[in-house]
C-alpha cells in the first residue's frame, strides 16, 4: 500500500462497504470526501463527515499508517488546524495531538479489496485521455451539447452562489468580494483566499476602499505577513494593520496563503496586492460588472488593475527585484471573467427573474479558448475548440462523465458504445 493509491481509492471511493467506524468503535457516515488536493496541505479539501450525530465540515488528511502524522510532522503545520477525519490504512499508533482535539481515525484495512491493488497499477498507469479515444468521433456531438454543458455547470455554480447569499443576507456585493478572492488565489490558494475574505466583514472593506495602503495591509496582516517587519513599507503595513484591528476589532485570526509550486508571477503577496487595487479602483465594481454587456467592457475592469508600487519592486517581503509592474495578464483576466464574474451575472439575473440565458452564453461564445492540459488534451484527438463556450463545455464534460467513466450516461459515449464494440 502507498499513499497515492489510498488517496485513489478514497478520491474515488473504491470499498467492499462503507460501514464505516472509527478506531473506537463510533460510526462515520462521510457526506462528502472532500476534494483531491494535489498542492501543498491536506489530501482532501472542503469534505464533511457525521459522528455521533453531529456534522462537521473541514479537511481530511490520508496515511498508510497513523504514525505518519507524526514523522511528517502534521501538528507543528498551519496547514492541518481544520482537519475533521484522519484517514488510515493501518492504525499502527495512536496520535495524543489528535484525540486531545476530537478528531477522530478511520482505518480502512478492512475495507479495500487486496484484489485491487494490481487493477489499480492498470489504470493509473494507462494512457488514454477519455476512455472512448480510440474510437472517438467529433461528428457525434449531438446539436447543442455545449450550450447544455455549460448551463449545467452555471446552475451547479449558482447553487454555490445562492447558498451563500443566503449566509451573507442576500449580499451580492459580499459574495463577490469572496468569489474574486478565490479566483485571484488560482488553484493552490483559491480555498485560503477565501477564508481570508470571508472572515472581513464586508461593510469594513467598503470603509477602507478608498485607502489602497489600509486595504493592503489588511489582507497582508490576515496572512500573518506583518508580524515581523523587514522594511519600512512593512512596518506602515503593520502600524496600520494594527489600527484597523483595533478600530472594527478584527479578531485575531490568522491564515497562511501557500509560496509552494507557484511562479513568482503568481505568488500571493502579488494577488492580494492586485485584489486590493482592483477594490480601491472601482468603488462601483459590482454595479460595473452587472451592467456590462460585452466582453470588451469586463475585461476592461480588470485590464488596468496592478499591485502597488512597491511589488514593483518586490516579489515577496523585503527581497527586491527588478523593476516589473505586476498587472494581470490577460489571461488571468479572461479566467476570472469565465470562472467568477459570468456565473455571478447568471445568478444575480436568475435572483431577480431576469431571463439572460442567451446573453451569458453569447458572451461565452465571444471569449476565447482556455489553455489547459484539458483543453490541450481534446485537441489532441482531433477536436477543434474555438471559443470559451466550447473550451468551458469540454472542461465540465471530461471533469462530470469521462474521469467517471459514465459512458452510458455521456450523449456521446453512448452512440460511440452503440455503434463499437472495440471500447
Not at 109 to 114: G, T
Not at 245 to 259: A, D, E, G, V
Not at 265 to 286: E, G, I, K, M, V
Amino acid at each position: 500500500m502507498t499513499e497515492k493509491l489510498l488517496q485513489y481509492l478514497w478520491n474515488y471511493k473504491v470499498f467492499k462497504h462503507f460501514d464505516f467506524k472509527d478506531i473506537e468503535g463510533q460510526p462515520v457516515e462521510i457526506i462528502s470526501f472532500g476534494k483531491w488536493n494535489t498542492n501543498a496541505g491536506p489530501d482532501f479539501l472542503d469534505a464533511k463527515i457525521k459522528i455521533k450525530d453531529l456534522v462537521i465540515a473541514g479537511h481530511i488528511e490520508l496515511h498508510v499508517r497513523s504514525s505518519d502524522w507524526v514523522f511528517h510532522n502534521h501538528s507543528q503545520d498551519p496547514n492541518y488546524q481544520n482537519i475533521i477525519l484522519h484517514v488510515v490504512y493501518e492504525n499502527n499508533v495512536e496520535i495524543s495531538d489528535l484525540i486531545s482535539k476530537n478528531v477522530p481515525t478511520l482505518e480502512l484495512k478492512n475495507h479495500i479489496d487486496p484484489n485491487l491493488f494490481g487493477k489499480y497499477e492498470k489504470l493509473v498507469n494507462g494512457t488514454l485521455f477519455i476512455p472512448c479515444e480510440n474510437i472517438f468521433d467529433s461528428t457525434k456531438i449531438p446539436p447543442g451539447f455545449h450550450e447544455a454543458n455549460v448551463l449545467k455547470k452555471l446552475d451547479e455554480k449558482s447553487l454555490e452562489l445562492e447558498t451563500s447569499l443566503e449566509k451573507y443576507k442576500n449580499n451580492f456585493e459580499a459574495v463577490l468580494f469572496h468569489s474574486l478572492a478565490y479566483s485571484f488565489g488560482l488553484k493552490v490558494n483559491a480555498h485560503i483566499f477565501r477564508q481570508i475574505a470571508e472572515s472581513i466583514d464586508f461593510s469594513i472593506v467598503n470603509k477602507i476602499r478608498q485607502n489602497e495602503s489600509q486595504l493592503e495591509a489588511l489582507l497582508f496582516g490576515i496572512s500573518g505577513w506583518l508580524e515581523h517587519p523587514k522594511d519600512s513599507r512593512m512596518m506602515i503595513w503593520k502600524r496600520e494593520f494594527e489600527f484597523l484591528r483595533k478600530k472594527f476589532n478584527i479578531p485575531n485570526l490568522t491564515l497562511h496563503p501557500k509560496f509552494l509550486r507557484l511562479r513568482p508571477p503568481n505568488f500571493p503577496t502579488l494577488r492580494l496586492s492586485q485584489l486590493a487595487d482592483l477594490y480601491y479602483r472601482h468603488q462601483n465594481l459590482f454595479s460595473k460588472i452587472i451592467k456590462a454587456d460585452n466582453i470588451n467592457d469586463l475585461y476592461e475592469v480588470f485590464a488596468p488593475v496592478k499591485a502597488s508600487e512597491y511589488w514593483d519592486f518586490h516579489f515577496n517581503f523585503g527581497t527586491f527585484s527588478r523593476f516589473q509592474p505586476k498587472t494581470l495578464s490577460r489571461d488571468f483576466i479572461e479566467l476570472v471573467i469565465l470562472n467568477t464574474v459570468l456565473p455571478l451575472k447568471y445568478t444575480y439575473h436568475k435572483y431577480h427573474s431576469e431571463e439572460i440565458t442567451d446573453e451569458i452564453l453569447e458572451l461565452y461564445r465571444n471569449s476565447p479558448s482556455e489553455k489547459n492540459t484539458v483543453i490541450s488534451g481534446w485537441k489532441k484527438i482531433g477536436l477543434k475548440v474555438e471559443n470559451a463556450l466550447e473550451s468551458q463545455s469540454l472542461i465540465y464534460h471530461h471533469k462530470t462523465s469521462c474521469e467517471e467513466k459514465n459512458c452510458l450516461n455521456c450523449s456521446i459515449g453512448f452512440k460511440l458504445l452503440k455503434e463499437s464494440s472495440n471500447v
